[in-house]
């Protein structure tokens, strides 16, 4: 498994495991987290991505018990996870609407319910989830520095940021922003061109890309680009998602798919990714179907 470097001394293995929906599983117990977890560690995928908010605030809860009931997971692993996003449900139910929160008193104490919900001591990796229109640039960027000298966090990133939210925000840090966590799939293409990426790869900063299978829709639809991941997959003895994973590895600037699955049998193919060769032309013969056109 690839390895990317995070900081000078972290790193991350390239496909990452997403948690967003360990909450919709039908069997949320300990022992069944630990197959996964274990799952994903038997392919050298040593990092899982977290948030506050998935699975309506429980989600860190729920892989909290299975690393407490095995404390030799914690050491093999890497958590990254969210904050910032307030919804009218489990610990925020009273608030009115849903909302960013970016100050310096939410960071802090999401902070310290997300180590007491996973019952760790350091979030390798935080982020904030949302761009927030009513950031205070000095007060967040303060309270993210806090979090890394307090030695809660090891290091900080953003999720969803254009390059003007990301530079704002690190014009009032002194610890470096690491990543970002953008959309980016076959089927969701803007960041190749609008300058999200083009962006991130000059600074040689890795990317982290959520629903790298479309949410669940390149493996389910039927349409051109289906029609061709099809191909190569059939080609290469691999699945859909094999190909769409492969996809983006094949891009220069380090992109780290996160990928979400409940199926034991799906995540012990998350590797297969690996193992598929995207030549230049396969690579814009499936950007070409994303587009919906020849490149111009």
Known sequence: MPRIEITPDLSFSQLVYGMWRIGD??????????????????????????????????????LGTALKAN??????????????????MGRYADAKCKYYDTTRAHITSSVDLSLTAMGIEQIDLLLIHRPDPLMDH????????????????????????????????????????????????????DAFTNGDIAFHQRQDQPIMAWSPLGG????????????????????????????????????????????GTNNLDRIGRLSDALTVTISREDWFYLYEAGLGTEVP
Not at 37 to 62: H, K, M, N, P, R
Not at 236 to 255: C, E, M, N, T, Y
């Open 138 to 189: 000095n007060e967040t960027g303060g309270a993210l520095d806090e979090m890394v000298t307090s030695g809660k966090v090891r290091a900080v990133g953003v999720s969803n940021f254009r390059p003007w939210d990301w530079e704002l925000l690190q014009s009032a840090m002194k610890n470096p922003l690491v990543t970002n966590q953008i959309e980016i799939s076959a089927g969701t293409i």
């Open 25 to 62: 599983a039908s069997d949320t117990s300990a022992a069944h987290v630990e197959a996964k977890i274990q799952s994903c560690l038997s392919q050298g995928i040593t990092t899982f991505d977290q948030a506050d908010i998935y699975g309506g605030y429980v989600a860190e809860d729920i």
């Open 216 to 259: 669940g829709d390149l493996m389910t639809g039927q349409n051109a680009l289906t029609d061709r991941m099809d191909e190569i997959a059939k080609d290469q003895g691999v699945d859909r998602a094999a190909v769409a994973v492969a996809f983006l590895l094949r891009h220069p600037s380090k992109i780290l798919p996160v990928l």
């Open 71 to 88: 404390p030799s997971l914690r050491p093999q692993m890497e958590i990254v996870t969210k904050c910032d996003i307030v919804a009218p």
